[in-house]
């Protein structure tokens, strides 16, 4: 008996027609200079942005066509395993735990590019010697940009979470939790281990692998899970898929 699915909204492929419509605007964009009588008439430079602009929003459209295929297989129960509704108590504590961790990892990451920041500010200090001031300007006004957007990231993401719509949808290979959609079964990724918490809720912890320009990072997922939700036989069956 196949698991009851809450409605949910494929957003994957939301963000591929997105990204086809900023690709077809881009691609007007690249034509419109080589001809005459319109105000982008003979400005390449527009013309070589929008290119760039074409094929980055058609990388980014099939990629997100892919994942839309993978969500897809979710909801239209293929690929399902289990699938339940958060509730306002499950929904809080999942909340306040990702507050609290992205909180911990944006505060150590503004540490290390602080550190990074000064290092090197100070050593070009004295080989830049007479223009020092300009130089310091350009690297505070850089060094503000970040430190603004790594005190801005946490509030995003918690808000974005409190808003959730606090379905979860688990398939063997892709997981779907609060309006978030994980998948490891692209090249040179997979899962690292799974296994039942008790706490900081009862729930199951997934921890998988990607690849990105020959570094290995992971990604650590927390899902809380009903009462009447028989974890261990649930990892047991995402374990068999992921050997």
């Not at 504590?93 to 550190?115: A, N």
């Not at 970040?146 to 063997?172: C, E, W």
């Amino acid at each position: 008996m196949k698991p009851e699915i809450p409605k949910v909204e494929n957003r994957q492929a939301q963000a591929a027609r997105n990204s086809l419509i900023v690709a077809a605007f881009s691609a007007v964009l690249v034509v419109l200079p080589f001809y005459e009588g319109n105000p982008l008439s003979d400005i390449w430079g527009i013309a070589f942005i929008a290119l760039c602009s074409f094929f980055t929003s058609l990388i980014v459209a099939l990629m997100f066509q892919k994942r839309s295929k993978k969500m897809k297989s979710l909801l239209n129960q293929s690929m399902l395993l289990a699938a339940w509704d958060m509730d306002k108590q499950m929904k809080d504590i999942y909340v306040k735990e990702f507050r609290r961790e992205i909180y911990s990892r944006s505060k150590m990451l503004l540490w290390v590019i602080t550190g990074f920041f000064v290092f090197f500010t100070v050593i070009f200090l004295f080989i830049v010697k007479d223009d020092w001031p300009l130089f310091l300007g350009i690297m505070g006004s850089c060094y503000l940009v970040i430190f603004i957007a790594a005190i801005s990231a946490p509030p995003y993401y918690t808000s974005r979470n409190k808003s959730g719509d606090g379905h979860v949808l688990i398939g063997s290979k892709y997981i779907y939790i609060n309006g978030y959609f994980h998948n490891w079964d692209f090249p040179l990724s997979g899962l690292s281990r799974i296994e039942p918490i008790s706490k900081p809720f009862r729930g199951i912890e997934l921890v998988y692998y990607f690849t990105v320009r020959r570094n290995v990072q992971t990604q650590e997922i927390r899902i809380p899970t009903p009462e009447f939700l028989d974890s261990e036989k649930l990892i047991v069956q995402i374990q068999a898929e992921n050997t």
